[in-house]
C-alpha cells in the first residue's frame, strides 16, 4: 500500500493555459475523490467517482473542469483556460468502504 | 446541507497543557464525523472518526473525540501537547461511511515551548 498520490506536487501556469492534474489511488479503492482547498480554508468537494462512472459534481466543478478515471484507476483533472481564481490546492482522496485517505495534493498557481 | 462549523480560526498552546478544539455540525440524520490533520504543504491524515456506539472515539497520537447529539458536537482533544501537534486540524461530516466530506474551515494550532 503506497497510499494516494498525485502529480505533479505543484503548477505553476500563465492565465489562459490548461493544466492537468493526475491522482493514483490506494490499488482496490474503487471510490475517488477530488477536493479543492484554497488558502485559509478546508477542502471542498469536486467530484466523486465510483469506479470508472463520475457519480457526482458540484456546483463548483464549473464548463472549464473535466475529470475522468478510465478504467475505474487513476484519474485526472484537467482545468482549461485557467483564471487566477483556480489557484488552489487540489486534493485526491480514495476509499473503499470507510475513511478517505488523502493524498498530497497539488498545488496550483496561476499567474 | 450538511455543514460544519470550527469556530476557532486560530489556537496557541503550550508544550504540555491540554488542547481541546471544538466543532459543531449540522446535519439531519445520523452524521459520520472525522477529524483530520494537515500539516503545511501536506495532505490530511485521518486522527479518528465516530460511525456509532460509544460516543467517546480514540484516535492515533494521543487524540480522543466526545460526539454529543445534542449539542450536534464532536469536540477533539488531548491531554498534553507536543510541539509536533502543531498544525493545521479539520473536523468533517459525512452522510454515510465512505461517502464525500463536508469539512469546516479548520483551527491552526500554534505550540509555545
Known amino acids: 500500500d503506497t497510499g494516494v498520490s498525485q502529480d505533479p506536487r505543484h503548477k505553476i501556469t500563465k492565465r489562459g493555459q490548461n493544466v492537468t492534474f493526475r491522482c493514483d489511488p490506494i490499488?482496490?479503492?474503487?471510490?475517488l475523490y477530488w477536493y479543492r482547498q484554497t488558502l485559509g480554508q478546508g477542502p471542498e468537494f469536486l467530484t466523486y467517482?465510483?469506479?470508472?462512472?463520475?457519480?457526482?459534481k458540484s456546483r463548483l466543478l464549473s464548463d472549464r473542469f473535466s475529470a475522468e478515471r478510465p478504467k475505474g484507476s487513476f484519474s485526472t483533472l484537467e482545468i482549461q483556460r485557467t483564471e487566477q481564481g483556480d489557484s488552489a490546492m487540489y486534493l485526491c482522496?480514495?476509499?473503499?468502504?470507510?475513511?478517505?485517505?488523502f493524498g498530497q495534493g497539488t498545488r496550483l498557481t496561476v499567474v | 446541507a450538511q455543514s460544519v462549523t470550527q469556530p476557532d480560526i486560530h489556537i496557541t498552546v503550550s508544550e504540555g497543557a491540554s488542547l481541546e478544539l471544538r466543532c459543531n455540525y449540522s446535519?439531519?440524520?445520523?452524521?459520520?464525523l472525522f477529524w483530520y490533520v494537515q500539516s503545511p504543504g501536506q495532505g490530511l491524515q485521518l486522527l479518528l472518526k465516530?460511525?456509532?456506539?460509544?460516543?467517546l472515539v480514540q484516535g492515533i497520537k494521543g487524540f480522543e473525540a466526545e460526539f454529543k447529539r445534542s449539542q450536534s458536537s464532536f469536540n477533539l482533544r488531548k491531554p498534553s501537547v507536543h510541539w509536533s501537534d502543531a498544525a493545521e486540524y479539520f473536523c468533517?461530516?459525512?452522510?454515510?461511511?465512505?461517502?464525500?466530506?463536508?469539512f469546516g474551515g479548520g483551527t491552526r494550532v500554534l505550540v509555545k515551548p
Open positions: 482522496a480514495s476509499n473503499r468502504y470507510t475513511e478517505a485517505f
Open positions: 490499488s482496490e479503492h474503487n471510490r
Open positions: 467517482f465510483q469506479n470508472e462512472a463520475q457519480l457526482e
Open positions: 446535519y439531519g440524520a445520523t452524521p459520520y
Open positions: 465516530y460511525f456509532s456506539g460509544d460516543t
Open positions: 468533517a461530516v459525512g452522510a454515510a461511511a465512505g461517502n464525500k466530506l463536508t
